[in-house]
Nanobody
Framework: QVQLVESGGGLVQPGGSLTLSCAAF????????VAWYRQPPGQERELVAG???????NYGDFVKGRFTIERDDGKNTLYLQMNNLSPDDTAVYYC???????WGQGTQVTVSS
């Protein structure tokens, strides 16, 4: 059974950093494309970053080099390292496995002073 469990969200000040984790169960992360999405308040869900089986990465235009998606194959876990956060990054962040159209439960990130 496919399952994605996110963690690591919280409150952070503008300019701060945060790392999100997404533990995968029921499949091997390194064999499929998986991604982070986010949904800001009152807005549609949007792609943040994705990584394929080959390790090739893609990012949303708004990332502008601030975020990095990584994968730990030994832990079967996906990470999103976020730096230089701004209030515009406030959102619920989701892990997504398109092969199964499966979404994690999400983790809230709030950027505020």
């Amino acid at each position: 059974q496919v399952q994605l469990v996110e963690s690591g969200g919280g409150l952070v000040q503008p300019g701060g950093s945060l790392t999100l984790s997404c533990a995968a169960f029921g499949f091997t992360l390194s064999e499929y494309y998986v991604a982070w999405y986010r949904q800001p308040p009152g807005q549609e869900r949007e792609l943040v970053a994705g990584i394929g089986a080959t390790g090739r990465r893609n990012y949303g235009d708004f990332v502008k080099g601030r975020f990095t998606i990584e994968r730990d194959d030994g832990k079967n876990t996906l990470y999103l390292q976020m730096n230089n956060l701004s209030p515009d990054d406030t959102a619920v962040y989701y892990c997504y496995a398109p092969q199964w159209m499966y979404w994690g439960q999400g983790t809230q990130v709030t950027v505020s002073s």
